[in-house]
């Protein structure tokens, strides 16, 4: 069993910065792919991005490239996000979640499990 739990989250103003962080419980956290998700009132849930077990492969949502960096400690069983030039389009509660298995496909919330409680991020404009 692993239990994630994210921080950083808050209020900020449009184009500004934010880092999420995602901590980890439980020794296997190094062998598990990592994604960061979110969901804006009355929609779904979806991908923001994604990272490989050992860091060395990334994944993001088109809507977040170039602006978003994902990240990881394996030492310090923690996840990180890098929200940069941040939109009002944002604005979500953020999950981060554990794949077990490291699913080819990173972008399916079906594929990860275990997740964390979120953090809300709010960009005002």
């Known amino acids: 069993q692993v239990q994630l739990v994210e921080s950083g989250g808050g209020l900020v103003q449009a184009g500004g910065s934010l880092r999420l962080s995602c901590a980890a419980s439980?020794?296997?956290?190094?062998?598990?792919?990592m994604g960061w998700f979110r969901q804006a009132p009355g929609k779904e849930r979806e991908f923001v991005a994604a990272?490989?077990?050992?860091?060395?492969?990334?994944y993001y949502a088109d809507s977040v490239k170039g602006r978003f960096a994902i990240s990881r400690d394996n030492v310090k069983n923690t996840m990180y996000l890098q929200m940069n030039s941040l939109k009002p389009e944002d604005t979500a509660v953020y999950y981060c979640?554990?794949?077990?298995?490291?699913?080819?496909?990173?972008?399916?919330?079906?594929?990860?499990?275990?997740w964390g409680q979120g953090t809300q991020v709010t960009v005002s404009s």
């Open positions: 439980g020794r296997t956290f190094s062998s598990y792919t």
């Open positions: 990272i490989s077990w050992s860091g060395g492969s990334t």
């Open positions: 979640a554990a794949d077990r298995v490291r699913h080819s496909i990173v972008e399916n919330t079906s594929g990860y499990d275990y």
